[in-house]
Each structure stands twice: as structure tokens, then as C-alpha cells.
């Protein structure tokens, strides 16, 4: 999908299509439609986008910040009880009781004392969110993340440590390097610890993620436009 901020369309108009083309990348990589959800990342945009994306049948977010999300959230949950909260943002351990309060899926777990204090959140709070870890796939110093060659260690350390174990991997390609090549490492990481979810992909790269693997993609500006303001 070519994205410009001269695209006219709707929010509902661009979710459809997007929609449309993860089916089809779906099926060129051997796999069901339903096989890939749209994860909308919604932060810093609008209320009225916001409301636009739910009004369309989007119930899946992404958002980076816990503040952030839980003064958009937290109300709506009342009136949208089929909503989907994911944390794809990085997470201190001083806000993990927040956030597994809020979210259903934290993506960014990265580190065995972040761990611990999800973990220990979670006793508090009675919740027990998905986790996905995020791997670091072109180790990268500004990123955070598990190095490639620690997953499967860490990965079988989260199992001993969390009840619930890991659903998934995440990675961010580094921007000048062809995602490709870190999507395949992503699925060969999975594939390797015995996990079964991808997340991968973003606006300009999501039905390459999706024909690759993906299992979940995070779009923001291809599905909202671009940023107000």
C-alpha cells in the first residue's frame, strides 16, 4: 500500500483495504486471512480518529505509553467490553502493575526483572496478559530487546518463570536493512523456542510481514493518516 498525506480516504476506507491486502499476503505465504490481526497503534492520535477506527470495527490497539493509554482506555472499556489492549512500547518496571492492569498483550518484555515484576503485578491485580518477548534482530544499541542468539534461553526461562509462558516474539527491523531479512530471522527464532506468534511489520512493511509470518502487524499512520499537529 502506497500511504501519502494526500490520501483522501477514510479511516474505515483504509482499514478495509489494508484488511484486504493482509488477506491476500495471508494467502500468497500459505495461510488463512484470519491468520493475521490488525494491531491499530493508536498513539498520540486524535480522539475523533480514535472514535473513527471503533466506529469502523477496528477493537485491536497498540499503544507505546501506559500513561498515555490508560487516560484513553480506561472509559472506553466500559462501552467497548470486546477491546484488545496491546502494549508495543517499552515498559519500565515501575509501571508494570499499570500496565498489566490495562493491556491483554505486553509485547516488550525483554529482561527477567521486568519479568518478575509483571509477574508480581500480575498476583496483585488478579490479570494475566499475553507476553511476547522483543528480540533485538539487527542488535541494535538505541534498541531494546534479546539479542537473537539469548531467545531460546530466554525464552525458556520466561516458561519456568511465568504461568502463563510466552506467546509470541516481537521485532523492529532497523530502518536501513531489509525487513525481510529480519522477519525470516524472527520465524526461524520462533520456530526454534516452540513459539507459536509473530508480531512484525508496521506501515510501510506489514503485508511483507504478513506473507512472511506475521501473525499480528502494528499500523499506525497507514491506517490513521498522518499525525495532526
Known sequence: MT???????TIAERRSAILEELAAAAKAGGRASADVTLVAVSKKQSEAR???ALAAGQRVFGENRVQEA???WQQRREHYPDLELRLVGPLQTNKA???????????TLDREKLARAILKAMDKTGRSPRLYVQVNTGEEAQ??????????????EMRALMPQGIEGLMCIPPVEEPASLHFALLGKLAKAAGVEKLSMGMSADYALAARLGATSVRVGS????????
Request: hydrophobic share 45%.
Open 222 to 229: 497507514a491506517l490513521f493518516g498522518e499525525r495532526e499537529g
Open 3 to 9: 500511504h501519502t498525506p494526500a490520501d483522501s480516504r
Open 70 to 72: 490508560q487516560a484513553r
Open 143 to 156: 534498541k531494546a530487546g534479546i539479542a537473537p542468539k539469548d531467545v531460546p534461553a530466554f525464552v525458556a
Open 50 to 52: 480514535i472514535e473513527d
Open 97 to 107: 502493575e499499570h500496565a498489566v492492569a490495562l493491556f491483554d498483550v505486553i509485547e
